[in-house]
Nanobody, 115 residues
Framework: QVQLVESGGGLVQPGGSLRLSCAASGSIFSSYAMGWYRQAPGKQRELVAFITSGGSPKYVDSVKGRFTISRDNAKNTVYLQMNSLKPDDTAVYYC?????????WGQGTQVTVSS
C-alpha cells in the first residue's frame, strides 16, 4: 500500500511529448509493480503501461513504441515518457500498483492532445 501523487500533464499538440511523474510514499517502493492508467471522458479506466519490481516494462498495443515507463527506486518515483502523442491519448492519467489498490488512487494529471 502506497500514497501516490501524479504530475506533469498539460496541453500538447498532436505529435508532441510529455513526461509524467508519480511520487510514491508510505511503503517499500521497490517491492511493487507500478503502472500508469488512464481514463478518457465516458470511458473506463485502462492500464496502459506497467513496470515490474525488477524493472521490466510492458505496454498496451495502442501506446507501444511511443510511451516509455521507467522507475527510480532511490527516488520512489515512476515516470511515463509520452512521445508522438495523439488526440486519442487525451485522458486523466493515474499511477498505482498493478493490480491497482483502491485506497491508493490519487487525483491524476490531465493530458490533453489537441490542435
Amino acid at each position: 500500500q502506497v500514497q501516490l501523487v501524479e504530475s506533469g500533464g498539460g496541453l500538447v499538440q498532436p505529435g508532441g511529448s510529455l513526461r509524467l511523474s508519480c511520487a510514491a510514499s508510505g511503503s517499500i517502493f521497490s517491492s511493487y509493480a507500478m503502472g500508469w492508467y488512464r481514463q478518457a471522458p465516458g470511458k473506463q479506466r485502462e492500464l496502459v503501461a506497467f513496470i515490474t519490481s525488477g524493472g521490466s516494462p510492458k505496454y498496451v498495443d495502442s501506446v507501444k513504441g511511443r510511451f516509455t515507463i521507467s522507475r527510480d527506486n532511490a527516488k520512489n518515483t515512476v515516470y511515463l515518457q509520452m512521445n508522438s502523442l495523439k488526440p486519442d491519448d487525451t485522458a486523466v492519467y493515474y499511477c498505482n500498483t498493478v493490480p491497482g489498490r483502491r485506497d491508493s488512487w490519487g487525483q491524476g494529471t490531465q493530458v490533453t492532445v489537441s490542435s
